[in-house]
């Protein structure tokens, strides 16, 4: 069995960006993960001291994780969202999920 993999991806926003569209953005990011592969789950969060932004996205694997990767940057859902991100603050990594636990996992074990 292949071990799940989170994808942690920290950025800033272009000085000139709008933090509200920004948000808004994630509709887009929604509609394009649940029509990928793998993908299990994701949630964004911003250090307010730092303005740094993380994006962690759990996948089924390293395969999927990577193949989404591709067609993140192809795709028009994601457009409007990667506009407002400054592509020299972007830092992403890949790792393997060796331990993990959420009370879903206990209903779905049953």
Do not use: C
Request: cysteine-free; glycine content about 4%.
């Amino acid at each position: 069995m292949s071990e799940n993999v989170v994808e942690i991806v920290s950025f800033k926003l272009y000085d000139y960006a709008d933090e509200n569209q920004f948000m808004q953005t994630n509709e887009g990011m929604t509609t394009f993960l649940q029509n990928q592969p793998g993908f299990l789950y994701r949630s964004l969060v911003k250090n307010e001291q730092t303005s740094v932004w993380t994006d962690i996205v759990y996948w089924e694997d390293q395969g999927k994780a990577e193949a989404a990767g591709k067609a993140f940057m192809e795709s028009d859902a994601t457009r409007a969202m990667i506009k407002h991100i400054d592509n020299n603050s972007v830092d992403m990594k890949h790792l393997p999920v060796k331990w993990q636990y959420y009370p879903e996992m206990q209903k779905n074990a049953s």
